[in-house]
């Protein structure tokens, strides 16, 4: 019995070092990546382009007032401060 239960404690030590051996597929400091096929190189301009399109389909959110909460109803709010141009600050 001893026995079984020294292996299971050896196996259970042991089995964590099998997940940290290296992959074939990963490559190793200081190789280089392989070449691109053009496939894969239009599907990453696809996805590029796909992204960029979905990032402007995202509406502005207007200015927001974080204290709106916590002020008081009838505090007056603050106007937006002019510069030397005569545009307001943001």
Do not use: C, H
Not at 3 to 10: D, E, G, H
Not at 22 to 39: L, N, R
Not at 60 to 68: C, E, F, I, L, N
């Amino acid at each position: 019995m001893r026995v079984f239960l020294a292996a299971a404690v050896i196996v259970a030590l042991v089995q964590p070092a099998f997940a940290q051996s290296p992959q074939k597929s990963i490559p190793k400091y200081g190789e280089t990546d392989k070449d691109k096929t053009p496939q894969e190189r239009a599907a990453e301009r696809e996805a590029e382009r796909a992204y960029t399109n979905s990032l402007k389909n995202i509406p502005d959110k207007g200015p927001t007032d974080p204290w709106g909460a916590v002020r008081a109803p009838d505090a007056p709010k603050t106007p937006a401060k002019k510069t030397k141009t005569g545009a307001t600050a943001q």
